[in-house]
């Protein structure tokens, strides 16, 4: 690569995400929410479900180097308290959400004395499923099935350009 191009590693909160990069984030929240339905708190972050879901937010590109955090920290906070609004969220504010609880993981414990503070208490409160199920495509249409052909337009509109 010539000296003049600069290659940005980390995505930007504009960067588009496809739909298959959805879908893989929203199996690791799958599976994140079973370890949590069977395990509880109990050596939570110590899971392999755990490192797959933070390293799917970062590799699928919901981690972004132009989110601040004090932003992102707003939209989760208000999500935990207004769980209903998730569901007409904008993607910007669902990748805000995944983004702050991934650094926080990162960076510290949100506050928490064992750890998993900002991602435990997402999950406790079902916002990271709701997340899950938003950012979750619905299967390619059948030709003729006018259902399935208006839920992709549906995730069109969710999906940046």
């Known amino acids: 690569m010539p000296n003049s191009e600069k290659m940005e590693l980390v995505p930007s909160i504009t960067d588009p ?22 395990s509880g708190r109990a050596d ?12 799917a937010a970062n590799v ?27 569901t007409n969220a904008e993607f910007s504010e669902l990748k805000r959400t995944i983004h702050f609880i991934v650094r926080s993981e990162h960076w ?18 079902g916002l990271l499923q709701i997340i ?3 950012i979750n495509p619905p299967p390619k249409p059948h030709e003729g099935n006018q259902l399935d052909e208006d839920l992709w337009q549906q995730m069109d509109l ?4």
């Open 60 to 86: 699928c590109g919901f981690v972004c180097n132009d989110i601040y955090p004090q932003d992102a920290k707003a939209v989760y906070d208000h999500f935990l308290t207004n769980i209903d609004e998730v």
């Open 17 to 38: 995400v496809t739909l298959s990069q959805c879908w893989f984030l929203a199996n690791r929240i799958d599976e994140l929410n079973s370890l949590f339905a069977k």
């Open 44 to 55: 939570f972050a110590f899971q392999p479900e755990y490192f797959r879901f933070l390293e």
């Open 158 to 161: 969710l999906l940046p350009k």
């Open 108 to 125: 510290g414990s949100a506050g928490e004395e064992i750890g998993s503070g900002a991602l435990f208490k997402s999950l406790e409160v």
């Open 132 to 134: 899950g199920k938003r």
